[in-house]
């Protein structure tokens, strides 16, 4: 495709619950983000891949986040036992190469919501 | 641990007025920096870069910016804003480790 796309774009699940987000980044981008966004708040990094490697880890906000890559190309990102507290947008943005720090290309987003 | 600093957090102009946006960074390396827009129901899409040389940048739709590094600053400029640049703005710092950082966001209103 032309752009980033996620899915779903919008989740509503039970607390408790595991969800799996999906991005597929642009053809070709090596280098894959995936950042958290509360309601009427900045984007919080949590983590990004350089092929399918994953050098900082750090953004992460507990080890109920875990992130995959396979193949350069799609992520997913798994919350498990999900808290009301996970509830906002979480954005996917790729770019050609993460250690030359460039422009980054948004996806839409999927808004999740924990109830 | 490198931070960006946007000091305003919702501005309200009437059109023609002009607009600056703060944004500061800490972070001891070489940067490169941007401002991301975000339109009502749209992507995050960028507004324009620095990487090197003049620091005096220009990006779509009559959007500048300059980066002073003594004040590792890089603030957003338009001298003459419109009601259609309504929109969330972000200011970020890329490292050449990869790392990703954004600011909070500041919402421009703008008054038709």
């Known amino acids: 495709g032309a752009g980033v796309s996620q899915s779903p774009s919008n989740k509503v699940t039970e607390k408790g619950k595991d969800v799996e987000l999906r991005c597929d980044p642009i053809?070709?981008?090596?280098?894959l983000y995936w950042y958290r966004q509360r309601l009427g708040q900045g984007l919080e990094f949590l983590i990004y891949f350089q092929g399918n490697s994953a050098p900082d880890k750090s953004g992460l906000p507990s080890d109920r986040f875990s992130a995959e890559r396979t193949g350069e190309s799609v992520s997913t990102l798994t919350i498990q036992r999900t808290q009301q507290e996970d509830s906002a947008v979480y954005l996917c943005?790729?770019?050609?190469?993460?250690?030359?720090?460039?422009?980054?290309?948004f996806g839409p987003g999927t808004r999740l919501t924990v109830l | 641990a490198q931070s960006v600093s946007q000091h305003n957090h919702h501005v309200i102009l009437s059109e023609a007025a002009s607009l600056e946006l703060g944004c500061n960074y800490s972070y001891g390396g070489t940067v490169n920096l941007f401002w991301y827009v975000q339109y009502p129901g749209q992507h995050l899409q960028l507004l324009l870069k620095y990487f090197s040389g003049d620091p005096l940048v220009k990006g779509i739709k009559g959007f500048e910016a300059e980066f002073i590094k003594s004040k590792f600053s890089f603030n957003l400029r338009k001298p003459s804003v419109q009601w259609s640049d309504t929109a969330e703005y972000f200011c970020a710092v890329n490292t050449n480790a990869g790392k990703s950082t954004f600011g909070d966001g500041t919402t421009l209103t703008v008054k038709p």
């Open positions: 053809s070709g981008h090596t280098a």
């Open positions: 943005a790729s770019s050609l190469k993460a250690a030359e720090g460039g422009e980054q290309f």
